[in-house]
T-cell receptor, first 114, second 114 residues
Framework: DAEITQSPRHKITETGRQVTLACHQT?????MFWYRQDLGHGLRLIHY???????NKGEVSDGYSVSRSNTEDLPLTLESAASSQTSVYFC?????????????FGEGSRLTVL | AQSVTQLDSHVSVSEGTPVLLRCNYS??????LFWYVQHPNKGLQLLLK??????LVKGINGFEAEFKKSETSFHLTKPSAHMSDAAEYFC????????????FGSGTKLNVKP
């Protein structure tokens, strides 16, 4: 079965370190998204991509970057981790070939920045 | 611009009683509408979706939602709550002519009492 996997599922790091969260999907979807989920804020869009070599900023992109070198992967990088980036991160994908396409989510990556 | 309002942040029901989770949206065009469920420490799972076909949509686990254009609502219902329904529920809208963009409600936590 097709799926979307995130790694690591849990990560503890220190302020100032670079962190990369991996996202891999086997749906062959063109669209991929990164969200963060925090109490009181729901899900907020960080970055998204509509295809290979395409990346776009979401509403909370400061301090984050993504790259899309193939269809399957959209890694999220925190250049210099800050305590405010402690959160649960969700990767999602969707098809662009139909206007009824829903989002498929990974299980999430819980990041703690000390 | 699109927006989604979930009218209750918390809903508490007794097992075996009906569930009603409310969602209102604003949309410039005919939207696609989704309900997702998130169990603790899990990703978001699609419950059901409306895509301009039948206005009453049936989903998994006995959930239904009715699209009411005149009221701009898409409320989620279930005739009889089960303990396993305790989770957080998100209403999501995507634009009909830009179905790569998704807008999230802030979520409703459903508590089911024995």
């Amino acid at each position: 079965d097709a799926e979307i996997t995130q790694s690591p599922r849990h990560k503890i790091t220190e302020t100032g370190r670079q962190v990369t969260l991996a996202c891999h999907q086997t749906w062959n979807h063109n669209n991929m998204f990164w969200y963060r989920q925090d109490l009181g804020h729901g899900l907020r869009l960080i970055h998204y991509s509509y295809g290979v070599q395409d990346t776009n900023k979401g509403e909370v992109s400061d301090g984050y970057s993504v790259s899309r070198s193939n269809t399957e992967d959209l890694p999220l990088t925190l250049e210099s981790a800050a305590s405010s980036q402690t959160s649960v991160y969700f990767c999602a994908s969707s098809t662009s070939t139909e206007n009824t396409g829903e989002l498929f989510f990974g299980e999430g990556s819980r990041l703690t920045v000390l | 611009a699109q927006s989604v309002t979930q009218l209750d942040s918390h809903v508490s029901v007794s097992e075996g009683t009906p569930v009603l989770l409310r969602c209102n949206y604003s949309s410039s065009y005919s939207p696609s509408l989704f309900w997702y469920v998130q169990h603790p420490n899990k990703g978001l799972q699609l419950l059901l979706k409306y895509t301009s076909a039948a206005t009453l949509v049936k989903g998994i686990n006995g959930f239904e939602a009715e699209f009411k254009k005149s009221e701009t609502s898409f409320h989620l219902t279930k005739p009889s709550a089960h303990m396993s329904d305790a989770a957080e529920y998100f209403c999501v809208v995507s634009e009909a002519y830009n179905f790569n963009k998704f807008y999230f409600g802030s979520g409703t936590k459903l508590n089911v009492k024995p």
